[in-house]
């Protein structure tokens, strides 16, 4: 029992590391705040995507580094299990890299590559939905205006942003 808690805990400080050296802080914080008006999981997957790591170094990131701190972890499996209709185990990783992105060992051999390694996360119109975010968050258009999809989407969609 107390090899297990001791385990978990270097785990999660490898984890907690690896947040902070594989995704150093202007580049994460630059590409968090591109994604500011994309659902939780879309923008989690897609940081993820970016800089090649698993879904938890985000959420590491996140709870060490945002007002959300370990609410972090929760509000993410809900919102994959609502979109998914699947639970994570802790053996899961969504949109898991293929092995030979893995072996590749750098993101320019796989952008040698493009279009044919790209994810549909590469697509996602984050600059649209940042600045209907923004234009929300300052009043100056309505949540119907905003929605370029139906009304109950758009209420799902803002009921998913986070900080």
């Given at each position: 029992?107390?090899?297990?808690?001791?385990?978990?805990?270097?785990?999660?400080?490898?984890?907690?590391?690896?947040?902070?050296?594989?995704?150093?802080?202007?580049?994460?914080?630059?590409?968090?705040?591109?994604?500011?008006?994309?659902?939780?999981?879309?923008?989690?997957?897609?940081?993820?995507?970016?800089?090649?790591?698993?879904?938890?170094?985000?959420?590491?990131?996140?709870?060490?580094?945002?007002?959300?701190?370990?609410?972090?972890?929760?509000?993410?499996?809900?919102?994959?299990?609502?979109?998914?209709?699947?639970?994570?185990?802790?053996?899961?990783?969504?949109?898991?890299?293929?092995?030979?992105?893995?072996?590749?060992?750098c993101p320019e051999m796989l952008r040698s590559r493009e279009p044919d390694s790209l994810s549909p996360y590469a697509f996602v119109e984050d600059r649209l939905s940042r600045l209907v975010r923004l234009a929300l968050?300052?009043?100056?258009?309505?949540?119907?205006?905003?929605?370029?999809?139906?009304?109950?989407?758009?209420?799902?969609?803002?009921?998913?942003?986070?900080?």
């Amino acid at each position: 029992m107390e090899e297990e808690s001791e385990v978990k805990a270097q785990e999660d400080e490898a984890n907690l590391f690896a947040s902070h050296f594989l995704m150093p802080r202007e580049a994460f914080e630059s590409e968090w705040s591109e994604t500011y008006g994309l659902p939780f999981v879309d923008r989690v997957l897609k940081v993820k995507k970016i800089f090649q790591v698993s879904y938890k170094t985000v959420l590491y990131r996140l709870a060490t580094e945002t007002d959300l701190g370990d609410s972090v972890w929760g509000m993410f499996y809900g919102q994959y299990k609502r979109r998914t209709g699947k639970s994570l185990t802790p053996i899961d990783e969504p949109n898991p890299l293929l092995p030979e992105e893995f072996q590749a060992g750098c993101p320019e051999m796989l952008r040698s590559r493009e279009p044919d390694s790209l994810s549909p996360y590469a697509f996602v119109e984050d600059r649209l939905s940042r600045l209907v975010r923004l234009a929300l968050e300052r009043s100056e258009i309505t949540l119907s205006r905003g929605a370029r999809l139906d009304l109950e989407s758009m209420r799902d969609r803002v009921a998913s942003w986070v900080k």
